[in-house]
């Protein structure tokens, strides 16, 4: 299996732009995780998917940020419009079964809003 | 602000010797887990702790959960230099929900 595959793997965009990062779950995976990682704050769940459902929300800092999962093998995280703030490491995690129990994370995208 | 807290922040080894990780939550947690991550990388798991008491082991490393399931602990013996990286417990307080990691312990193994 590739694991949990993330991109891009590098993104740096002007302020005020458009960022979409994409992520694909191992395949049989039913739950979906978007977390960030900064310096400041440490690792933060932002959303997560149970079957393409959003369960929890509650993670996601503001109406600039919305994540959908069309389906069970993609889903996106968009940011817009991006700040200087926002820049961090993004990471996508899958895991089977509705707990959050034994996640498999991707590598992450390290974006930079300049 | 974290509701998990680690202790010690970071730490400085010798290969062969033997080190233990805190982490620490003022509330019940439904489940523990253990993670490490490499610079620049994703996170791996580690290990789940679930019950009161419990305790596990993988190789070198053995993670316990109190019997208040509000502390946990991992221990490394015989430390090695592929152990270096930053050890994050991560915890639920219901099944599924509220997902929150801690700090993170960043560990450096000295050959």
């Known amino acids: 299996d590739a694991g949990v595959i993330q991109s891009p793997r590098h993104e740096v965009t002007e302020m005020g732009q458009e960022v979409t990062l994409r992520c694909k779950p191992i395949?049989?995976?039913?739950?979906l995780f978007w977390y960030r990682q900064t310096m400041m704050r440490g690792l933060e769940l932002l959303i997560y998917?149970?079957?393409?459902?959003?369960?929890?929300d509650s993670g996601m800092p503001e109406d600039r940020f919305s994540a959908k999962m069309p389906n069970a093998s993609f889903s996106t995280l968009k940011i817009q419009p991006s700040e200087p703030r926002d820049s961090a490491v993004y990471f996508c995690?899958?895991?089977?079964?509705?707990?959050?129990?034994?996640?498999?994370f991707g590598p992450g995208t390290r974006l930079t809003v300049t | 602000s974290q509701e998990l807290e680690q202790s010690p922040q970071s730490l400085i080894v010798q290969e062969g010797k033997n080190l233990t990780i805190n982490c620490t939550s003022s509330?019940?947690?439904?489940?523990l887990y253990w993670y490490k991550q490499k610079y620049g990388e994703g996170l791996i798991f580690l290990m789940m702790?679930?019950?009161?008491?419990e305790e596990k082991s993988h190789e070198k490393i053995t993670a316990k959960l109190d019997e208040k399931k509000q502390q946990s602990s991992l221990h490394i013996t015989a430390s090695q230099p592929s152990h270096a990286g930053i050890y994050l417990c991560?915890?639920?307080?219901?099944?599924?929900?509220?997902?929150?990691f801690g700090p993170g312990t960043r560990l450096s193994v000295l050959p």
């Open positions: 995690a899958s895991s089977l079964g509705a707990a959050s129990y034994e996640q498999y």
């Open positions: 509330k019940t947690l439904y489940g």
């Open positions: 998917f149970n079957n393409n459902v959003p369960i929890d």
């Open positions: 395949s049989g995976h039913n739950s």
């Open positions: 702790l679930q019950k009161g008491g």
């Open positions: 991560g915890a639920d307080r219901s099944m599924g929900q509220n997902f929150v």
